[in-house]
């Protein structure tokens, strides 16, 4: 805990050691609010450490809106530290909308930073139909960025229907990308009869991935019958 933590630096101190970065570091790891995060950067100045780029980002992490994340941002540029795309990346995941997203990824780049897979799986994630997922994904492509299994589940989260489905998994094996439980599972969901989702299953088998508790409760949830529901019990427990 951060009690503990703080514990241990206390006894430092009065064995007249200097506590150091690191030992700040870890610290914050343990912080659970800015709050505390802040009065630990406070800290750390006192004990003549100046704060760095990790630091900051960690700070940055504890932050609950946009607006406190970006007065940190402001915070860590008069210390003359460099955002890296670490930053940005958790700066976007403060974001609520996909405009406040791409404001980001346009700060980002006026920083001389390149987005990379996370900066898009982020903002992917910040999308509200296949449409916006989809114009994400080819503004990935022309910053040639390769997606990966991250980006076609988060993809596929955002279709309505199986057939949308069907088609975002047949452009992630034309991208050499397999399929793994969370893309079966999400697809899944996007069926409306326990035969599609059956099919599934059995797709789900043919790439050789071994449904979990996951698929089978999705699968369960399409069951009308009480013995439909039975039968998926027993393939489960087989």
């Known amino acids: 805990t951060l009690e503990e933590g703080r514990a241990i630096l206390a006894d430092m101190r009065k064995d ?23 009065t630990l950067l406070a800290d750390m100045r006192n004990d003549g450490i100046k704060p760095n780029v990790v630091t900051y980002t960690m700070l940055l992490n504890k932050a609950h809106t946009l607006e406190e994340g970006r007065a940190i941002l402001a915070d860590m ?17 403060k974001t609520s909308t996909l405009e406040e997203g791409r404001a980001i990824l346009a700060d980002m780049r006026n920083d001389g930073i390149v987005p990379n897979a996370v900066t898009y799986n982020t903002l992917l994630n910040k999308t509200s139909t296949l449409e916006e997922g989809r114009a994400i994904l080819a503004d990935m492509r022309n910053d040639g960025i390769v997606p990966n299994a991250v980006t076609y589940n988060t993809l596929l989260n955002k279709t309505s229907t199986l057939e949308e489905g069907r088609a975002i998994l047949a452009d992630m094996r034309n991208d050499g990308i397999v399929p793994n439980a969370v893309t079966y599972n999400t697809l899944l969901n996007k069926t409306s009869t326990l035969e599609e989702g059956r099919a599934i299953l059995a797709d789900m088998r043919n790439d050789e991935i071994k449904p979990d508790v996951v698929t089978y409760n999705t699968l369960r949830n399409k069951a009308h019958t009480l013995d439909e529901d039975l039968a998926i019990l027993a393939d489960m427990r087989n």
């Open 77 to 93: 540029r008069n210390d003359g530290i460099v955002p890296n795309a670490v930053t940005y990346n958790t700066l976007l995941n």
């Open 16 to 38: 007249e050691i200097k506590p150091e970065m690191f030992n700040y570091i870890r610290l914050l790891d343990k912080a659970h609010t800015l709050e505390e995060s802040r």
